[in-house]
Antibody, heavy 125, light 107 residues
Framework: EVQLVESGGGLVQPGGSLRLSCAASGFTFSSYAMHWVRQAPGKGLEYVSAISSNGGSTYYANSVKGRFTISRDNSKNTLYLQMGSLRAEDMAVYYC??????????????????WGQGTLVTVSS | SYELTQPLSVSVALGQTARITCGGNNIGSKNVHWYQQKPGQAPVLVIYRDSNRPSGIPERFSGSNSGNTATLTISRAQAGDEADYYCQVWDSSTSYVFGTGTKVTVL
């Protein structure tokens, strides 16, 4: 059974940093591209970032480019999102999600087949 | 940038059919995917590539896509179908794009 479990969320002051983790199990993690998607309280889904299966390619939405860094450790089956220069508008539940197809380009396809339960990031002074 | 527009809410009587639209410029030329999100839970994929159902998703869920509108249809609606539904596409200029979301209420 595919499982994705996020952790690392919490309260951080504006301008601060936080690192999110996503522990994967139930599939060959190193074969799949992974993504982060966020959802502000009461709002819709917003795409954040992607990383290829070997970590060699990364993509960021304009809203986080230069402030967030996606990475992965395939030996630990874990995906990360290092967030810096946090703003009030970054406050959201952050979900990690798996791309469905290991053979479809750098980022594994055009949709997400499994999602974690999410971790809440609160940005407030 | 590419945008997807959904109705804010859709109501459906128990056992009847709900149709949720997703509008976008020439969306018929793109693959459209649909997610169901219940309160406090993560999104769940219910339709991928316009009309395909993942394993475990009831046949009551179906999808279509043509012209400027994609549609998710929920047949024989059940109380358990109450949720927010999001459409999503990949666009070459905008990358992964989500619709605005539709709240489905089963009466």
């Amino acid at each position: 059974e595919v499982q994705l479990v996020e952790s690392g969320g919490g309260l951080v002051q504006p301008g601060g940093s936080l690192r999110l983790s996503c522990a994967a199990s139930g599939f060959t993690f190193s074969s799949y591209a992974m993504h982060w998607v966020r959802q502000a309280p009461g709002k819709g889904l917003e795409y954040v970032s992607a990383i290829s299966s070997n970590g060699g390619s990364t993509y960021y939405a304009n809203s986080v480019k230069g402030r967030f860094t996606i990475s992965r450790d395939n030996s630990k089956n874990t995906l990360y999102l290092q967030m810096g220069s946090l703003r009030a508008e970054d406050m959201a539940v952050y979900y990690c999600a798996r791309a469905p197809d290991p053979h479809y380009g750098d980022y594994g396809g055009d949709y997400f087949d499994y999602w974690g339960q999410g971790t809440l990031v609160t940005v407030s002074s | 940038s590419y945008e997807l527009t959904q109705p804010l809410s859709v109501s459906v009587a128990l056992g009847q059919t709900a149709r949720i639209t997703c509008g976008g410029n020439n969306i018929g030329s793109k693959n459209v995917h649909w997610y169901q999100q219940k309160p406090g839970q993560a999104p769940v994929l219910v339709i991928y590539r316009d009309s395909n159902r993942p394993s475990g998703i009831p046949e009551r869920f179906s999808g279509s896509n043509s012209g400027n509108t994609a549609t998710l249809t929920i047949s024989r609606a059940q109380a358990g179908d109450e949720a927010d539904y999001y459409c999503q596409v990949w666009d070459s200029s905008t990358s992964y794009v989500f619709g605005t979301g539709t709240k489905v209420t089963v009466l």
